[in-house]
């Protein structure tokens, strides 16, 4: 039997889906220059996302033994200021998938999973795919004294938490970005046909 999430998992065409991605994560941590890679645009310094903001993509290599299935993504990048929080929180219902993000740089930007990963409990279903990414990894290449989230801390957090996957990426470098992101929506993809 499908959970009620799975059952909302709208099939527009005969194989194609649509689900709903939310990007949460502290403020300036990267989630919207994640999605802005995704969608094949640059990086660039930006202000605060400010409410929510969307961004749509369509994948095609979902499935090897049928080249008709595809899925439509909603990608909602959520602020992860304070005042918004209320707002932010409200867009996780009925998600499909989040990405929880965090600067590897940044020691409280992982203390806030917490508050993040018990938003998503509260607001969605079992059956959610969350991984979790660790963002800015350039900077601490280049100076390693700036790492501030072991890589050790960041796989205790995933299986404390039973989530998916963790990696650390760079949408500064476009480092990690798509390969993370398509093994995401085949897990998702393979949670619907299960």
Same mark, same amino acid.
């Given at each position: 039997?499908?959970?009620?999430?799975?059952q909302?998992?709208?099939?527009?065409?005969?194989?194609?889906?649509?689900?709903?991605?939310?990007?949460?994560?502290?403020?300036?941590?990267?989630?919207?220059?994640?999605?802005?890679?995704?969608?094949?645009?640059?990086?660039?310094?930006?202000?605060?996302?400010?409410?929510?903001?969307?961004?749509?993509?369509?994948?095609r290599?979902?499935?090897?033994?049928?080249?008709?299935?595809?899925?439509?993504?909603?990608?909602?990048?959520?602020?992860?200021?304070?005042?918004?929080?209320?707002?932010?929180?409200?867009?996780?219902?009925?998600? =499909?998938g &989040? *990405?929880?993000?965090?600067?590897?740089?940044?020691?409280?930007?992982? +203390? %806030?999973? /917490? $508050?993040?990963?018990?938003?998503?409990?509260?607001?969605?279903?079992?059956?959610i795919v969350?991984?979790?990414?660790?963002?800015?990894? =350039?900077? &601490? *290449?280049?100076?390693?004294?700036?790492?501030?989230?072991?890589?050790? +801390? %960041?796989? /205790? $957090?995933?299986?404390?938490?039973?989530?998916?996957?963790?990696?650390?990426?760079?949408?500064?470098?476009?480092?990690?970005?798509?390969?993370?992101?398509?093994?995401?929506?085949?897990?998702?993809?393979?949670?619907?046909?299960?």
């Open positions: 039997m499908q959970s009620e999430n799975t909302q998992i709208k099939k527009t065409e005969s194989k194609k889906y649509m689900i709903k991605v939310v990007v949460l994560g502290d403020i300036n941590v990267g989630k919207t220059n994640i999605i802005r890679r995704l969608l094949g645009q640059e990086f660039e310094e930006l202000e605060a996302t400010v409410g929510v903001e969307f961004g749509y993509l369509e994948a290599d979902i499935d090897k033994e049928d080249k008709n299935v595809s899925l439509s993504i909603q990608l909602w990048d959520t602020s992860g200021a304070e005042r918004y929080r209320s707002i932010t929180t409200s867009h996780i219902r009925n998600a =499909d &989040a *990405l929880l993000v965090y600067d590897i740089n940044n020691e409280m930007s992982f +203390s %806030a999973l /917490e $508050f993040w990963y018990d938003c998503i409990k509260k607001s969605s279903s079992d059956d969350i991984y979790l990414i660790g963002n800015k990894s =350039d900077l &601490a *290449l280049e100076d390693r004294s700036l790492r501030k989230v072991s890589k050790e +801390s %960041a796989i /205790e $957090f995933v299986k404390k938490n039973n989530l998916y996957h963790w990696t650390e990426c760079s949408a500064k470098n476009n480092i990690n970005i798509k390969d993370t992101f398509k093994s995401f929506y085949k897990s998702k993809y393979n949670n619907i046909i299960r």
